[in-house]
């Protein structure tokens, strides 16, 4: 009997920390199922083994920061049936999108003995800026129970149940008491999409917005709050350029303050 043919995952890496692939190496004993169910074709992460593409399914960590990023996403694009991006890298540009605001040149002189050496784009930017993108998957890093669902989701020919409700919703459904009204913490949570399963709340700390905006966030409204909750222009500023520093609404949010 001839055996099923497997569908090629590919894993690649931009300009990122790794932790999000590394994510997908934690799901320890679901990577064994994972394993069986697609063929790894990609993955220096986790082995030098590579099978030539084209893919059916990629998951792309990481932002665009390089001319050979740019080049080299495309061609990922070209080999790929479905591309993923996973993490806030990739769907954001990432913490190094925080240079977005900045002139790169001033940090490269400071930073490196020969500058003249760095090739960099003036932006980080996320994946979805240059080519087409058939999911994004949010966090910094990412769930990897939500990977899981997504990878299912995308073998069995279905739509991911990936929730893009607020961070507020996961956390009064573990239980946590909420830190604003309790102790006048400033919290993103309103804001934020859930998927980090209310972690800083738990530990009675104010959200912070790892896995980016939710779907139409009132950042306005957030923004006025912690206005009331004591924070100054420059403060506020500096909560919506965190992780997801270049997502459209925190980065419009962040631009009305401070500066």
């Given at each position: 009997m001839?055996?099923?043919k ?5 894993v ?8 999000c692939?590394l ?22 992460e ?10 059916d ?9 390089t ?7 495309r061609?990922?694009r ?15 540009g ?35 800026d240059?080519?087409?993108v058939?999911?994004e ?22 739509k ?9 919703i ?9 830190v ?12 934020v999409?859930?998927?980090c ?12 917005g790892c ?38 609404a ?10």
């Amino acid at each position: 009997m001839v055996g099923r043919k497997r569908p090629k995952l590919a894993v690649w890496k931009f300009s990122s920390c790794d932790g999000c692939q590394l994510s997908l190496l934690d799901c320890e004993l679901e990577l064994l199922a994972v394993s069986e169910a697609v063929e790894i074709a990609y993955f220096l992460e986790a082995t030098r083994k590579v099978v030539k593409g084209p893919y059916d399914i990629s998951l792309v960590e990481g932002s665009i920061a390089t001319p050979h990023d740019v080049e080299a996403i495309r061609n990922v694009r070209r080999m790929s049936r479905t591309l993923i991006t996973i993490g806030a890298c990739a769907t954001a540009g990432g913490i190094q999108a925080l240079r977005n605001f900045k002139d790169v040149k001033d940090f490269i002189d400071r930073v490196y003995a020969h500058p003249e050496y760095i090739e960099t784009l003036d932006h980080s930017s996320a994946v979805s800026d240059h080519v087409r993108v058939d999911f994004e998957l949010r966090g910094c890093p990412i769930n990897k129970h939500q990977l899981l669902e997504v990878l299912n989701a995308q073998l069995n020919g279905r739509k991911p149940n990936v929730h893009r409700h607020a961070e507020c919703i996961e956390c009064k459904m573990r239980g946590n008491i909420c830190v604003t009204v309790a102790k006048g913490e400033p919290c993103l949570g309103p804001v934020v999409q859930a998927g980090c399963g209310g972690l800083c709340p738990s530990l009675g700390r104010g959200c912070f917005g790892c896995f980016g905006p939710m779907e139409t966030p009132n950042t306005a409204a957030m923004a006025a709050k912690l206005a009331d909750q004591g924070l100054d222009g420059r403060d506020i500023q500096r909560r919506f350029r965190g992780f997801n520093a270049n997502a459209e609404a925190f980065r419009k949010e962040s631009e009305a303050h401070g500066d």
